[in-house]
């Protein structure tokens, strides 16, 4: 079974940035992909970034192109979330998971079975 484990949320002023991290226990031998969510209370969860271990192929929600960009380090067995130009509508418990699936989904998270426990970025304004 693998297990993710985010970290990195905190609170931050509008304008500001954090990285997120997900760290997996061990990583699939099939290709696979790593997708960030969040979901804030009151709201449906929001695909906001994800990244395709085949080729590094990288989707971004609208909401967040320019301002977030998702990376990994193989050997750290990590995913980054690289956050800046914070807005208070980034507040949100963001989540990583994983998907060994084709037919997944970046913006809904379907298909993805494995999930971490989340991590609260919350943005002041």
């Known amino acids: 079974e693998i297990h993710l484990a985010e970290s990195g949320g905190s609170l931050v002023q509008a304008g500001g940035s954090l990285r997120l991290s997900c760290e997996a226990s061990?990583?699939?031998?099939?290709?696979?992909?790593i997708g960030w969510f969040r979901q804030a209370p009151g709201k449906e969860r929001e695909g906001v970034a994800g990244?395709?271990?085949?080729?590094?192929?990288?989707y971004y929600a609208d909401s967040v192109k320019g301002r977030f960009a998702i990376s990994s380090d193989n050997a750290k067995k990590t995913v980054y979330l690289q956050m800046n130009s914070l807005r208070a509508e980034d507040t949100a418990a963001y989540y990583c998971?994983?998907?060994?699936?084709?037919?997944?989904?970046?913006?809904?998270?379907?298909?993805?079975?494995?999930w971490g426990q989340g991590t609260q970025v919350t943005v002041s304004s």
């Open positions: 990244i395709d271990s085949s080729d590094g192929s990288t």
């Open positions: 998971a994983l998907s060994t699936d084709w037919l997944s989904n970046y913006e809904t998270g379907s298909g993805f079975t494995s």
């Open positions: 061990e990583l699939p031998v099939d290709d696979y992909a």
